[in-house]
């Protein structure tokens, strides 16, 4: 029972071919042997967001998916959208109006706005809400998560703010 | 915490699952999107000893619409169905469902099939199914395909029709008429929480008159309810304030057995309904919301 299957995925970039234990989920998988720790393990049933990824383009929860169902994928974590500088302008923003305090939902919380953002940058404070219901911060209040969110979606589309 | 340990099965045909359940009986267990299972197996609610997963079945894929029937394929994702234009168009039901359901990371990759054939009474979709009168598809390799009404596809929580051999290949429903109006609605305590209680519901709307309707609640009871005595008295009625009312009165009987569940009583799903029942006759009738 329970042998290791080969994987072979993209993370950040860097092809990456690994035998892994079925019940090994992806956010595990990313933490404990490839040493990509930026994505954090909070609930682990899907409800926090602090595992947020994105795969194939598109955001997951990454305790809510098997790293042997990433066979093939493009992954990527907030390790390789900070070096490529997808997100410097969130982060800035992040910092500037105090949008995190102890950091520990900032890497889902950045990934979940940059994927608002990438399809809207218009986005208003709804939108910005709804969009990052499903990533918990338990210290912010989300008041100038929102506000970094939509201070970085006006400048993106042109808009003073 | 972690899930159990268990093999594997990476599907790529209908024939891989059909071999998984030949081979491993009742030990097999089907994923899909896994936004319900994964949670259950890291709390160890689930322990499946063999998961067969079914995302690289390229016939499970899919929206398609032929005479009058839009066909949706068993692995399409909460996401796709809000911005199908097929969907938007022939069933416009489930885009305004789709929004409601958990959030953004999960709507990429929860399933249509996945949350039928989980029949989660919170569920906003298997309330969806039986507003729409959809018809879902399964295959077993014994017996080949079968076709189930919505309506008799529910049996209870995380209880199906379906047989252990089978798989939900795909859902048909009809496409929405000229004079066919839909109209959803859910409360919930925060955006992409569980519902307390939530409605969907279709009908034929002339004027203001209602004929046909289909009202389904959901996360009252072990399945969705199917409200066929407020149905039966709105029948034929305008809308007005007082129809409302009847309305209101109406779904005390539909909704007499409800059960209270862990955060609210019968009492306030009962009233919340209420609440749901005035709005969503109101969309229906295009008096917008009250």
């Known amino acids: 029972m329970s042998d290791t299957l080969t994987v072979n995925l993209t993370v950040n970039g860097e092809k990456v071919s690994r035998a892994i234990e079925p019940r090994r989920n992806l956010v595990d998988f990313l933490r404990e042997d ?9 609930c682990e049933h899907g409800v926090c967001g602090a595992c947020t990824l994105r795969v194939n383009g598109e955001i997951v929860r990454g305790c809510l998916m098997l790293a ?47 994927d608002l953002l990438n399809a ?21 209040g989300y008041q100038a998560i929102v506000d970094a969110i939509e201070a970085v979606g006006r400048k993106r589309s042109g808009q003073s703010s | 915490m972690k899930a159990a340990p268990f093999d594997f099965v990476r599907a790529t045909a209908l024939s891989d699952v059909f071999a998984a359940f030949e081979r491993h009986g009742d030990d097999a267990r089907i994923v899909a999107g896994g936004q319900s299972l994964m949670p259950m197996m890291n709390m160890r609610l689930a322990a499946p000893r063999v998961l067969v997963d079914i995302n690289h079945i390229a016939e499970l894929n899919g929206v398609s619409e032929t005479d009058g029937t839009l066909r949706i394929g068993a692995l399409t994702r909460h996401q796709e169905l809000g911005v199908n234009a097929l969907v938007a168009e022939h069933a416009p039901l489930l885009t305004m469902a789709s929004t409601h359901i958990a959030h953004p990371a999960i709507r990429n ?4 099939g996945g949350s039928l054939s989980h029949a989660d009474p919170a569920a906003e979709l298997p309330a969806c199914a039986i507003a729409s009168d959809a018809v879902i598809n399964a295959v077993s390799s014994s017996r080949g395909e079968r076709s189930i009404k919505a309506v008799d596809f529910f049996l209870g929580t995380f209880h199906t029709a379906l047989e252990p051999d089978e798989i939900l290949v795909s859902v048909d429903i009809p496409i929405i008429g000229a004079a066919e109006r839909v ?47 407020t149905i039966a008295t709105l029948e034929g009625k305008d809308y007005s304030p007082d129809t409302v009312t009847v309305a209101e009165a109406a779904l005390e ?16 799903k009962t009233h919340l309904a209420r609440v749901l029942v005035g709005r969503v006759l109101a969309e229906l009738a295009g008096e917008g919301r009250q």
Do not use: W
């Open chain 1, 34 to 42: 490839l040493q990509l720790t930026g994505s954090h393990v909070g």
């Open chain 2, 183 to 229: 109209a959803f609605d859910e409360l919930a305590r925060r955006q992409g929480d569980y519902a307390l209680v939530g409605l969907a519901a279709k009908g034929t709307i002339e004027g203001k008159t209602f004929k046909d309707l289909r009202l389904v609640f959901f996360s009252v009871a072990d399945r969705p309810i199917l409200a066929t005595e």
């Open chain 2, 253 to 268: 009987v539909d909704l007499q057995d409800i059960d209270s569940d862990l955060h609210t009583s019968a009492a306030t």
């Open chain 1, 120 to 140: 809207n940058p218009g986005a208003g404070r709804d939108q910005i809400r709804e969009h990052i219901s499903g990533n918990y911060c338990r210290c912010t």
């Open chain 2, 109 to 112: 990759r929860g399933t249509f």
């Open chain 1, 68 to 114: 042997v169902q990433a066979e093939g994928a493009v992954v990527e974590t907030i390790e390789g959208v900070s070096d490529s500088g997808e997100i410097a302008d969130l982060q800035e923003a992040f910092h500037e109006r105090n949008a995190l305090q102890c950091g520990f939902c900032t890497p889902g919380m950045l990934l979940a706005a940059a």
